[in-house]
């Protein structure tokens, strides 16, 4: 799950680690008042999405035209009246696609006098299931770019769990940035700080882009993302709180709300498959004959007919699927439960395009004769290659 820069913040001040004052505007109305709150005599006005590129970003609308979602702001006025300028609009970015996300929040912070912009992150590093430190001198900019085009300017280190953070760590990190005297200090305490909240809120990727030496020479937080780990979310009704559902695809939204294990992807053909090695040996498949999977979707071991049914209607909600295939191997799972919600969905939604059905395992007879006998414009295949050729055929001819 992630959250906004806003709310990041906050979580970093409640810390405390360094960062700019700002409020967030809901509302066109409000934005005048918030930024009388603050001190100026610079404003800063984000548009908050979840999606990096911002500040190079463009709204689609022509009022707020291709001057990015991050922009300065020397009166009160002019704060509010670019806020209102972006509220509601659809901002563009190298991460969002070209249908861009629609701004629903603003934040206004203070401005800060910065000297340099430098890189650093946390993540979970699965190779060594540690938690990885990533730092740069080249901060403001993508680490993507950085990483392909000057990789030596890249420091990566993990900490041992047993051992723990020491502040050898933060001092590994204030050299690999260049800073001297007080600041390293600041970078060790603030190595220390970023490292508790990643392990107290069980996050995934905390980054902060960029951390900025100001001109007096202190160090500043004045950008973040935070991701975290959707299956803790339980132990942490303070972040789960946070959660906007407005940034999320609605496909994914409810999939989660029915436990369905479902991420959207680019391509033609639908996928409904229990077990995650399954679907991705199907999403390989139909990759091999010639298409593009549309999502992945494991509705899990012991799915009902309820979930199979939301699993169908969510997958024809898409309107890139033009064919589907239903992949079950019936091992906890029932081949007749599957049979049963497609019908269902089928006769709540309709079928528009072709389905392809591959049923093996537990009651695979009663399965097939539940599909056969329900009168339903389905394609039947005896193994994963059969109904993976057809569903392409079917598709693309």
């Keep these: 799950m992630n959250i906004h820069e806003y709310q990041a913040k906050a979580l970093l001040r409640a810390y405390g680690a360094p960062v700019s004052d700002g409020r967030v505007v809901l509302k066109a109305e409000d934005a005048k008042t918030a930024a009388g709150e603050l001190d100026g005599p610079i404003w800063v006005v984000k548009s908050q999405i979840h999606a990096g590129g911002r500040g190079k970003g463009h709204f689609k609308e022509a009022e707020a035209g291709d001057k990015g979602g991050v922009r300065i702001a020397r009166s009160v006025s002019e704060a509010a009246e670019l806020a209102r300028q972006m509220l509601g609009r659809t901002l563009v970015t190298h ?3 070209p249908a861009g996300k629609q701004v629903n929040r603003i934040y206004i912070e203070d401005g800060s006098d910065i000297a340099r912009e430098l890189y650093l992150a946390l993540l979970v590093d699965r190779q060594t299931s540690r938690i990885s430190f990533v730092c740069s001198t080249e901060g403001g900019m993508d680490i993507e770019q950085v990483a392909h085009d000057t990789p030596e300017k890249i420091l990566s280190f993990s900490v041992d769990p047993a051992t723990g953070l020491s502040d050898f760590h933060g001092r590994r990190v204030a050299f690999a940035l260049g800073l001297e005297g007080a600041q390293v200090k600041q970078c060790v305490a603030l190595i220390k700080t970023l490292y508790r909240l990643f392990v107290e809120k069980d996050m995934e990727m905390l980054e902060i882009n960029p951390l900025v030496l100001t001109k007096d020479g202190a160090v500043k937080c004045l950008d973040a993302k935070m991701g975290f780990d959707g299956n803790a979310l339980y132990r942490h009704p303070d972040i789960l709180a946070l959660r906007d559902e407005t940034e999320e695809d609605p496909k994914e939204l409810a999939a989660s709300k029915f436990d369905l294990n479902y991420i959207a992807l680019d391509g033609e053909i639908g996928c409904m498959v229990n077990g995650a090695g399954l679907a ?93 006998n329900s009168g339903l414009n389905v394609i039947a295949a005896d193994d994963l290659k059969d109904g993976a050729q057809k569903i392409v055929k079917a598709v693309r001819g």
């Design 280 to 372: 991705m040996a199907t999403m390989d498949i139909i990759k091999l004959y010639g298409a593009e999977p549309a999502n992945f979707l494991d509705v899990g071991g012991g799915a009902t007919k309820e979930k199979v049914t939301e699993a169908f209607k969510i997958i024809t909600s898409d309107p890139n699927v033009k064919g589907i295939l239903v992949n079950i191997f019936g091992g906890i799972m029932r081949c007749d439960i599957i049979a049963e919600g497609i019908i269902a969905a089928v006769k709540e939604v309709g079928l528009k395009v072709p389905l392809v059905v591959r049923l093996e395992g537990t009651n695979v007879e009663l399965g097939k004769e539940i599909i056969k």
């Design 95 to 97: 991460q969002t696609g």
